[in-house]
Structures are given as structure tokens and as C-alpha cells.
């Protein structure tokens, strides 16, 4: 029987005989979609120390990086074009390459630069103003976190934790214990609600991002700032909320609240990302093991629709990019199989899981 991390080596295996690291898409953006997927393989490698597996993350690095150290290419200040910035830390620990800190000091320059809302809430784009989505939480907090810590920038720890509990005072809805996908701090945008502004429905993936970076924030953040225990229920609350609309099969709908509905259907890429935040949340000590089952039903439903094409693993039943928009929306969004958000998410999972099993 395979065990996680044999499954995380198989899906890491199958997208690199796919693409040499320098042509991971969207090539050549320094982007999110490889930023998940090499953090999962990054995980991998931690775990079975096969050195292709590194060698592949840093190779993708240096191909996105001039040699002065400058992004070759981003769209400067979204949040979606930081997140990467994370697998900058092992490469300049594992080398000690002056180099790559001029890396992060590039990245570094788009988190100075990223627009807020008059409360301070970091802007999800630099095109979409006074919004904050849900994804961004990943794509900005655990960078600034781990560059926070390392480099004695406090107030910007300060900065993780007031983004990610204004995030949860515009987006959190009572009644569910589930998170609005984004908020539109002007109320302009076609999707946004006439009273608070918000996105009209739980979409799945946008939620699993958020424990996952909370959890990612709270490996840095100092254990006496102001608002970390919120942080931590934060994340713990919407775990738990989320095991109230686990399906039979053991996944989460593509939008989480209104299983069974015409259109509806379940998605990989979120049960993926519920179910590494409820292992590491559990690891940790910050959930009860009595969600132990939701995690292990969420892996084995994943698992299960699973296919094999030859030797390389099928990671299907995946959402595609996605901005904001309403039920039909979310139902019509395209699927694909073995996209990085996909595959990342699934290393995520495999190697949490891996990770829980074995403490």
C-alpha cells in the first residue's frame, strides 16, 4: 500500500518528466502556481531527502532571477506574485549564496510596495482597489512572516496578523462559521454585496488557502504579539466549520455550503487544502485529534479519484484559476488534471498527512 509521501513523490515525479523547472507555467512570471507546487515538493524533499527534488525548486528559482538578482518578470505588488518568495529561504540556507538575498530583496521591494485600503488591508491587486481576497492571505502572509522573523522587522509581523483578522471581520459570515471569497472595500464590483460588500458564496479553495497560511504565519510570528491566539482561532474555527459540510465521500463542493445542488461538484484542490491544515493543525497541538477522521476521510476521498496513466499520477477534479463571481460561476469554472494548484495542494496534503501520521 502506497503511504503519503509515496504518493507526493509520484506527483512530483510525473510533473517533471512534464516540464523542465524553467517552463513551469506560466512561464517565465514569477507566480503562485509554481510557488504551491514547488512548496509541496519542497515538503517532499524535507521528508525523503532526495536531492532531484530540491535541485528541480532551485533550478525553477534561478531561471526567474537575473543575475543581479532582480524578478525577471512579475506583476509588480499582487499579492500573487510574492507568495514564491518563501522557497528563496531554504535555497539561501542550504547554499549561504549572498545571491539569494538579493533575491529576496527584490521580493521584498512588491511587499513595500503593495497598495492598502484605508484600514490597511493589503489591496488582493494592484488593478482591483480596496479588495481583499481570501487567497491573498497565502500569497503574502507567510512570506512577510519568515522575512519578519529573520530580518527584525516587527511591525510587519504586526502587519501579517491585522491583515489576516481584518480578513476575518469582513469575510466571516456567523451563521455558517465559513469565509465570504472577497471583500470589495468600495462595494463596485458586480458580485459584491449591497451591504457589506462582500463575494455571495463560499468558494472552496479560496478558504482552503486560509488555514494553511495562517498555520504557515504562525511557524514565525513571535509568540507574544498582540493577536496571535485570534490568529490561531481564526483557523481553528473555520477548520471546524468546515467538517460540517464534509460530503460522504469524504471531499468538500466546489462551493462548500450547497452540496448536492444542480452543478455542484466535488473538488480536489480545496479537500487537499482542508485536510493538510487540519494535520498540521492537529501536529501542532492547535486542534483536537478528535478531527482526526475528517482528515482521514478528506485524504481517502482524494485518493480515490485518483488515476494512473502509465506511471504518472492523475490529479484530476481540479478548479482552474478563478476570480470572484456568483453560484453558476463557481459550478462553470473549467477542471483540469494536473494543473499546479492541483498538484500542490495535493503535496501539501500528502506531506502533512505523512507528517501527522508519523509524530
Known sequence: MMTPLDYARAACDTLMRRYAAPDLPPKPQFHYHQ???????????????????????????????????????????NLDDIMPGILLFPILDRTNDKYYEKCLASV???????????????????????????DGLYMSGPFIAEYAKRYDKPEWAEKVVMNALMMRNKNHDPRTGLMFHAWDGRGEMPWAGPVHGRAPEFWGRSMGWVPVALLNDLDFLPEDIVGREEVIHMCTDLLKALCRYQSEDGRWYQVVNKGGQPGNWLENSCSCLYV????????????????????????????????????????????????????????????????????????????????????
Open 35 to 77: 510557488g504551491v507546487f514547488l512548496s509541496g515538493m519542497h515538503e517532499t524533499w524535507k521528508l525523503c531527502k532526495e536531492e532531484k527534488y530540491f535541485q528541480y525548486m532551485k533550478d525553477w528559482i534561478d531561471s526567474v532571477f537575473k543575475p543581479d538578482g532582480s524578478i525577471v518578470y512579475c506583476h509588480f505588488a
Open 108 to 134: 521584498w521591494e512588491e511587499v513595500e510596495a503593495i497598495p492598502v485600503n484605508p484600514e490597511g488591508g493589503f489591496w488582493h491587486t494592484t488593478s482591483n482597489p480596496d479588495q481583499m481576497w481570501l
Open 276 to 359: 493538510a491544515a487540519m494535520c498540521k493543525a492537529m501536529r501542532l497541538g492547535y486542534l483536537s485529534a478528535d478531527y482526526a477522521d475528517a482528515a482521514k476521510r478528506g485524504y481517502e476521498g482524494v485518493i480515490r479519484s485518483l488515476e494512473w496513466k502509465g506511471e504518472d499520477l492523475q490529479i484530476g477534479n481540479v478548479c482552474i484559476g478563478t476570480g470572484v463571481g456568483d453560484y453558476d460561476f463557481y459550478c462553470a469554472r473549467p477542471t483540469s488534471i494536473n494543473d499546479l494548484h492541483g498538484a500542490g495542494a495535493f503535496l501539501l496534503m500528502c506531506t502533512e498527512m505523512q507528517k501527522w501520521m508519523d509524530a
